[in-house]
């Protein structure tokens, strides 16, 4: 699956880090797979999720809808072309710019230095309709979800699945209870 390719420009933006339905379609995706299943190559797309934390947007509006949204924004201020953009947003890496939207989701859009997708876009920090997590605790709940897949989540099974990514085991309950609790977020479909 070629997330870029779904995503309209001048957006750069990872559903499958900040978008809850999303997840659940690229898991849905996978499972219909079955036998054909890559491992690797899953492991190869589920990294791109990053290794620090993130917000994920859990609210209604599918991402074509985010987008569009957000690019009527662009356009009615005439942000929509990167000059101006930049202008706008700042262009040092802590610069950055918000806005609401129709479900009142807050979104943070920073500058991306390339000539087609220089808006960096992703659910605001304690926005509405999102919840932050860690990348390791979900990506260990998606491989789990995909690969494991078992209704009672043991830890054993859990780091056969961070075993796949290259993580360490899981020895604090915290950090299991947290996975645990995101493969039933993702799992109430």
């Not at 996978?30 to 491992?39: A, G």
């Not at 479900?103 to 309709?129: A, E, G, T």
Request: charged share 30%; with cysteine; aromatic share 10%.
């Amino acid at each position: 699956m070629r997330i870029d390719s779904r995503i309209p420009e001048p957006f750069q933006f990872n559903p499958l880090k900040h978008h809850l339905s999303f997840i659940r379609e690229f898991i849905a995706d996978k499972l219909s797979e079955e036998n054909r299943l890559d491992v690797r190559a899953l492991v190869k797309e589920v990294r791109h999720i990053g290794s620090s934390v993130m917000d994920i947007y859990t609210g209604e509006l599918s991402v074509h809808e985010i987008c569009n949204e957000i690019k009527e924004y662009l356009k009615k201020n005439h942000l929509d072309k990167k000059n101006s953009f930049s202008g706008w947003s700042g262009i040092k890496y802590s610069d950055f710019r918000t806005t609401t939207i129709s479900d009142k989701s807050s979104w943070m859009l920073k500058y991306h230095n390339d000539d087609k997708r220089f808006v960096h876009l992703f659910p605001s920090r304690f926005s509405p309709h999102s919840f932050r997590v860690k990348a390791n605790t979900l990506k260990s709940a998606i491989l789990y979800y995909i690969i494991i897949g078992k209704d009672f989540v043991s830890r054993e099974d859990l780091n056969n699945a961070r075993s796949l990514l290259g993580l360490s085991p899981v020895k604090d309950p915290e950090e299991a209870r947290s996975i645990t609790e995101l493969i039933e977020t993702i799992r109430f479909i």
